[in-house]
């Protein structure tokens, strides 16, 4: 009996001994079985890319180029832009134009073009803009020709963050923007916990790098911080004949 027992207890300690040994000296990496760090599942879902900038399978087409039923004018008539040619182009007076459906967090692609014959200057050459939940504005403007304030040009989170390169094309050209958005989040009593941030590429370059969003688009004075949850992307209406076509979004 007293054998059995001396007998079990160093099996035991053995045992011990060996996984606690294992567990201290883990092995070199390159002794590693590289099995042990793959992970199979879950694998990420199949997207079919869109050719050339067309909308991947998953987005949500905003405007093709003819149908402009996914957008409003503010008090909710439809859109008195002009559709032609595959791009809708704002008419000046008319307003804005709101987007039916509300979104936060999102990648979204728009292209836009700056009218060839607007011989204006400063932010009165080809302004539009595109409000991100109604509220935060990364500028279009006709930055290739014309000169305006750093943090008012094209792709500029507007008045907060200018673009970290000119990468504008002539007026009369198309161009694109591909954003990508994070928006900020706010807490049950209202105030702001976690900035909204924003990277956007103009034509295929860099120009804003996961930037912070101070608040809210403001032409005088600072940017706000009021609690808000989802809301329509807005086209803005400066009173120039900007044109827009290839729009679509991805919800994150
Ligand atoms: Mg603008």
Redesign the pocket.
């Given at each position: 009996m007293k054998k059995e027992f001396f007998f079990i207890l160093f099996i035991t300690l053995a045992v011990q001994r060996l996984v606690i040994g294992q567990i201290a000296q883990p092995k070199a990496s390159e002794e590693w079985d590289p099995r042990l760090t793959e992970v199979w599942e879950p694998a990420p879902r199949m997207v079919t890319p869109g050719a050339g900038t067309a909308a991947p399978s998953d987005a949500t087409v905003l405007f093709d180029g003819k149908n402009t039923a996914e957008w409003t004018h503010q008090d909710g008539t439809p859109v008195k832009w002009e559709v032609k040619d595959g791009a809708m182009t704002v008419v000046k007076g008319t307003g804005g134009i709101f987007t039916k459906k509300t979104f936060g967090d999102c990648q979204l692609h728009i292209e836009w073009r700056a009218p060839a014959d607007d011989m204006d200057e400063g932010?009165n050459r080809g302004?539009?803009?595109i409000f991100l939940q109604n509220r935060y504005?990364v500028?279009?403007?006709d930055s290739h020709g014309g000169t305006t304030y750093s943090n008012g040009q094209a792709g500029a989170i507007?008045k907060q963050s200018m673009p970290l390169v000119n990468a504008c094309r002539p007026a009369g050209e198309w161009q694109t923007y591909d954003i990508i958005y994070t928006a900020p989040k706010f807490n049950a009593d209202g105030m702001k916990v976690v900035p909204g941030f924003i990277t956007v590429l103009h034509n295929g370059v860099l120009i804003q790098h996961h930037t912070e969003i101070k608040g809210t688009t403001e032409y005088r004075g600072l940017p706000k911080n009021i609690a808000h949850g989802k809301g329509p992307i807005q086209l803005?209406d400066?009173g120039e004949k900007v044109s827009y076509r290839n729009i679509w979004i991805r919800e994150l």
């Open positions: 932010q302004n539009s803009g504005e500028q279009v403007l507007y803005q400066h």
